[in-house]
């Protein structure tokens, strides 16, 4: 899909009323050119001689760097002695009328003796918590498992006896009819008579590597808690991993991450689609590329968004190591939903030390939210031994991999560095910065006004004095906060950076 950025011109509108420093989309890339000993411009083609001159540039971006942030990883928050059964992945995450709600796959301990089915027929639970740390496991009297109700299984196979249930994740859809205002997205069982009836209806939706023999399939639910199967595949595509999708309210698209094959190696794969029961097939979008080791692969994505915005995707790519058998995620983003860079830094979660609950593996879960104390984060799943080492269950915890609000990539300045804003449209007339800096660093920002030069009274030289750890720090000019703007207008802002780490601009 073409971006819907695509040929986008300043002044860029704000669409989430803030600026995460996640890539370089608002950093001004500067102007340039070659002038005269008289500061005139000397045109690049030309029949005179060529005239003594010099190169100049102005607002370029300069000894900056941006670097993804590690996480936190908590101690485990749910247990395998409470869970009970085999939980290798992280949940689904939803944050709202203020509990956590908690989607979590678990793997039936009677079917570990049963070779292939093992994993096929997977249940999905439900818990939920106020603080994030204290999780309850309600027994909701939904689905029937060995003669009782009395559990906390909201889908599997007393729903879906004949497609199963695995690798699947829950989202919220505000803009469905109120009966399908929550929906599924997971792997199932393809039966041989639905192959062939699929294959007549839709021959370019069945995946080439895999065969036929398993699918996409989705389901719908008023609540997240009582489901109805879609009885006919989304699409047929191989993907035993954790599944992604979502309702993108800009593409005005459900957009699902996958995983794909390509020259024979795990890639993560993306596909769209107006119908959420008609998906087409995924088009690759990571592959183990030219950087990764050759016995490196990508495995589960992670997608997900920062709280509260619509155009700050992120996702953390979970990478194995054929030759450790180990599992660590990585972070990507994307302005757009569409095109998707990988973030500079290396990974942002790795295992614990051997025989801790995380030795073996850590993957990440869906949802990011924010959390008390000033913080945000995923839930992670951990398991003290790696992703193919032989196990007894029950195995696997759930912790959290936090960061501060708002602190998942630092533009760096580790010295001194300088750069600008294209100009903005945003709500707000104050400008808020989420930052850190050495005892001796700072940050001074100036306005720019209409004619390049600083607004009046809102130069670096007014700037009051911004040092120390914040993570919303009012910007003052000699007191005063208000930006100076007229509401509507594109506004532009230059920065002063030495020894300092600045993670977004926000305006209010």
Known sequence: MISPFHGNRPPFRLA????????????????????????????????????????????????????????????????????????????????????????????????????????????????????????????????????????????????????????GCVFKDVDAPPAERYKMFHLGRVAPEETEAFRRNRPDAIDPFHGADSGLFGGVSPDGLAWTPIAEPLVIQTSDTHNVCEYDPVLRKYV?????????????????????????LPEELFWPGPRMAPYETWYANGKTRMPGTVDYHVMFPMRWSLTEDKFDFHLAVSPDNVVWNLAPGGPVCEPGDPGRWDGGLVAPGLGMVELPGERMGIQVAGSAVPHKHPRRPPLGALAWASWPKGRLVALKAPVEG???????TFAGRTMHLNFKTGLTGFVKVEVIGADGQPAEGRGFDQCDYLCGDHLSKIVTWKGESDIGHRDGDGVSFRFRLRGAELYSVEFK
Not at 262 to 267: A, H, I, P, Q
Request: glycine share 10%; aromatic share 16%; net charge negative.
């Open 418 to 424: 300088s750069f600008a804003l294209f100009p903005l």
């Open 16 to 167: 989430s009323n803030i600026v995460y420093f996640h890539d370089w989309r608002y950093v001004h890339t500067g102007g340039y050119a070659w002038v005269g000993q008289g500061g005139e411009s000397v045109p690049m083609w030309m029949l005179d001689p060529i005239p003594p001159m010099k190169y100049e540039w102005h607002e370029m971006p300069v000894g900056i760097h941006l670097e993804a942030v590690r996480a936190a990883k908590s101690e485990p928050v749910l247990l395998p002695d409470q869970i009970n059964e085999l939980a290798l992945f992280g949940g689904t995450l939803i944050h709202e009328d203020g509990r956590y709600r908690l989607w979590y796959e678990a793997w039936p301990l009677e079917d570990f003796d049963k070779g292939n089915q093992m994993g096929l027929f997977n249940f999905l639970k439900y818990a939920e918590s106020e603080d994030g740390v204290d999780w309850r496991l309600p027994s909701l009297g939904l689905l029937e498992r060995d003669g009782s109700t009395a559990n906390n299984i909201v889908y599997g196979r007393a729903l879906s006896p004949v497609h199963g249930f695995h690798g």
């Open 256 to 280: 699902a991450y996958c995983r794909s094959w390509f020259f024979m190696r795990r890639t993560i794969g993306r596909m769209e689609t107006e119908d959420f029961r008609r998906f087409p």
